[in-house]
């Protein structure tokens, strides 16, 4: 199987996107990030992502439509299928999203599906909160989950400019 590869600027961070032989977009990764040996680099495979995620970060777009194929579990399939129903500028929790997906006492199997999602942003798993209403657990970063949600409820960019 044979991976491309591309790596982002954005406000919050460079990022690294990856996407199989169809490419369908496997990975979003922000910084740190490897790149494998093995992949290729072919930013023109990424185009329309790219122009989904400038719209994105310009607050002019509030849903992805490009193709994702992430690999995973039957049941973190269902947790990442959850995640892109929760709406643009709203926020869920661990708790909420376990009740979804039929595992009504699985917040904690929630919450470690959540942290292997491997297309952060487009699966949107900056929007899962604490029960308490606290920002916890963002592979990107506790301060990068804050920029994406003021980003979300304001519709612009502001202050996420102190992450580039």
Not at 13 to 40: F, K, N, Q, S, V
């Amino acid at each position: 199987m044979t991976t491309s590869y591309t790596v982002l600027p954005s406000p919050i961070g460079r990022i690294l996107l990856t996407a199989d032989e169809d490419g369908a977009l496997t990975g979003l990764r922000m910084e740190p990030h490897d790149i494998d040996p093995g992949w290729i680099s072919a930013p023109g495979v990424f185009a329309e992502v790219t122009a989904q995620l400038t719209a994105y970060f310009a607050g002019e777009l509030r849903e992805f439509d490009v193709a994702i194929a992430p690999r995973g579990t039957d049941f973190q399939q269902r947790v990442w299928a959850a995640l892109r129903e929760i709406p643009y500028g709203e926020t869920s929790t661990y708790g909420a999203l376990a009740v979804k997906v039929g595992r009504p006492t699985a917040a904690r199997a929630v919450g470690m599906a959540n942290g292997r999602n491997p297309i952060s942003l487009i699966v949107p798993c900056h929007r899962v909160i604490g029960a308490n209403g606290k920002l916890v657990g963002f592979g990107g970063g506790v301060d990068r989950k804050r920029l994406l949600l003021d980003l979300e409820s304001s519709g612009k960019p502001g202050s996420q400019q102190a992450l580039l």
